[in-house]
């Protein structure tokens, strides 16, 4: 599973390293979030050929979903989802079922509350689509919380510890460093971006440094040269759906690369 893909530079490093990442660690299946893929702010039709055509198989969204209208059609012809607690009458659905080399995969999109756009309860909607995909036959699952608190991802963790096969969180961009498995349920607080781990996640450090001292608001933009880095979890999920292991990688755009095992609680 990527975080937040942000912009040119979050692409050209999953391009670059995925592929290759793909057969080095045996992945059978890549998620990832685009809501910032296309110049930090949602997913143009040609990006998303890109990141698909680069080893991703499915992509989650959230607040940002919707800033580049031409998203609405592929919706329904891409693997694309996005945030399930949305109002009902937003095009797209948060819940997909996909074929994998292990078999079936179900992966769900919620969004948080804490400074986000009005949606439903993350927390019943959450509960109630990993119901309806275990009533279907689905026991390998998977969540992408795309949340701003740490306080609501641990609580989304406490309800569905046992339940499905990973939580991780998406949206802040900064990766946190309690990659776990906790009773089968593998979690992270967030994985943290894909892009310039620079300047201001993910952004030029300009226009937001300028809202800070001066309160003058501006457009956020991705810097066009900057230091790059890919960084993703891999969870190993039993037939029975739970997880086994959690491990993180993260690789620089100068060689370096740096891999960590999430620690196992029973
Ligand atoms: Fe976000």
Known sequence: MIGD???RPGRVMVREHLPRLKKEHGIDFVTANYENASHGFGLTPKNAEELFGSGIDMMTG???SFDKKEIVPLLD???LLRPHNYPEAMPGSGVGVYETSAGELGVVNVMGHYGMPMVDN???CALKAV?????QGVHRIVIDFHAEAS???RAMLMMLRGEVGAIVGTHTHVATDDLQVDGGTGYIG???LSGCRDNVIGMDAKIPLQRFLTGM???FDVPKKCKKVLQLVIFELGGDGRCVSAKKVRVFDDGREWVGEGWIEA
């Open 217 to 219: 608001p501006g457009h």
């Open 131 to 135: 119901e309806d995909l275990k009533a």
């Open 5 to 7: 893909i942000v912009g």
């Open 62 to 64: 959230g607040n940002h």
């Open 151 to 153: 306080s609501e991802k």
């Open 190 to 192: 967030d994985i943290g």
């Open 122 to 124: 993350p927390f019943t």
């Open 77 to 79: 012809s891409l693997p």
